[in-house]
């Protein structure tokens, strides 16, 4: 079978406007995502809002880990995109081929990106959990990407897996 170049062209293209997006962006998603994992036991919150999470980082010297796991958040981001954009141009041009259709349908068309977008999170599961591990570890105390994903079992990587899969579907759902 010959690489498809035409799948090729936008699943890249896909990747790198990822890796611009989640760079830029990654700082905000870092004190999101620890505002939003903070445990909030007896109605005592250490942030009342993502501010919070900033002001922390900036007061402690510690701006830079606002960027912690950004490598492995790039990693997932890149996969990502390029297996969702590769895997959809796939499916689509199989779809057409084998129903003889010129266009693809609405319906054939959330499936299509439904497949897509399956398989996009068996691929990227465990890079999604371990990013998310290490934006919530206190500031400066990240670990790597293999440190984070070893130090459970593999099972865990694959966390949230089920519900992933199902919002890959959610606009299948409402047709």
Do not use: H
Request: aromatic share 10%.
């Amino acid at each position: 079978m010959a690489i498809d170049m035409e799948s090729l062209a936008e699943a890249t293209s896909g990747a790198i406007g990822a890796l611009v997006s989640t760079t830029i962006l990654y700082p905000l998603d870092t004190c999101k995502t620890k505002y939003q994992a903070e445990v909030r036991a007896q109605n005592q919150q250490k942030y009342r809002n993502l501010s919070d999470v900033l002001w922390e980082a900036i007061s402690t010297r510690q701006v830079l880990s606002l960027y912690q796991g950004l490598g492995t958040k790039n990693l997932q981001s890149f996969v990502s995109q390029f297996v969702y954009f590769y895997g959809y141009s796939f499916f689509k041009r199989l779809y057409l081929e084998n129903s003889g259709n010129k266009s693809i349908g609405t319906k054939a068309n959330l499936v299509v990106a439904a497949a897509a977008g399956a398989c996009t999170v068996i691929v990227t599961q465990p890079l999604d959990t371990a990013a998310s591990r290490m934006q919530t570890s206190e500031f400066g105390k990240s670990k790597g990407l293999w440190k984070t994903l070893s130090e459970g079992k593999w099972t865990e990587a694959y966390d949230g897996l089920g519900i992933s899969l199902l919002l890959t579907s959610n606009p299948s759902i409402q047709v």
